[in-house]
């Protein structure tokens, strides 16, 4: 089992993606929070994102272009709970899960 964790994520203003996500009111996408997510458990568990699930997610507050958000995490055996801040305000949480063989 490892350890808790944590990380950091900025997304700049001249991403690509708020091109087209909200041009006249940007807000960073779930679904690039939820990568971010994938992708940094995928690295501490030594596997592909692809052998992660989603089994929960919760979005509660937007996240803007520059602002700093910071992923926190627990993983255990067979799944992870995480949240993401910024600041005081939870932006979003939920649990991954994986096999047991992975």
Known sequence: ???PG???LRVPA???IFTGHF???PIVPGVMLLEWVLDEIAR???CAPSALRIRE???FAPLQPEQTATLQFEPGDRRCTFSIHHGAVTVARGILEWDARD
């Open 1 to 3: 089992m490892a350890e």
């Open 6 to 8: 944590h990380k950091t």
């Open 14 to 16: 001249t991403h690509p």
């Open 23 to 25: 041009p006249d009111r």
């Open 44 to 46: 501490v568990r030594a």
């Open 57 to 59: 997610a919760k979005f």
